[in-house]
C-alpha cells in the first residue's frame, strides 16, 4: 500500500465531517468545487463538514466517492465507525472481461494484478481520467465516456473487420 492510499484511509477517530474535510483540504478544493465534482449542493457539502448529518444516501455516497477518489466502501466505514478490513475494489482484465457478467473470481483478490487467463495487467480505474470502475454492468466510464476494453491496434481491428467481411474504408462510388 502506497503512503497515497494511507493517507486517503480513514483513522479509526475520525467521523464523517473530519473525514471529508481533511480530504477536501488535501486536494485543495473549496465546498464548492467539491459540490460540483460530486453533483451535490453546496449546502449539502456545508452539513456534511459541520457534523450536521451522518448519512448519506447512494448518490451522495457514489458522488462523494468520485470527487475524493476513494472507493465508497472508506465512506461506509468511517459513517458505521468501523475499521477497514479489506476493500474489495472492482478489478477488470481489459481483454478477457465482458460488460455485464461477473469478473473471475481471481481479480477481485487484493493481491491480484494481472490476469491468470492471458496475464493482462488488471484495471480498476478508467484508462482515461483514473476514475475508479464503478460497475461490472457498464463498458464505458460515466465520467468520459472511454471504453474500459483494451483498445485493439489498427492491424487487430482491420483483422476483426476482414474476418467478418466489412471494409474498414469503404469508398463511395460517384
Known sequence: MNQKETFYKPTSSENLADYVKRLRKSLEMTQQELADKAGLHL???GKIERGKTNRLNAKAKRGLAYALSIPTEYLDAVIKGAPIIAVKTIK???KCWSAGTE???MWTEIRSHYCFICGTKL???????QTPISSYTH???PFCGTNYKQIASVEEWKAKLARTNISPLEEEQP
Open 43 to 45: 449546502q449539502s457539502i
Open 92 to 94: 477488470i482484465c481489459p
Open 123 to 129: 484495471r480498476d480505474r478508467c484508462p482515461n481520467c
Open 139 to 141: 463498458r464505458f466510464c
Open 103 to 105: 469478473p473471475e473470481p
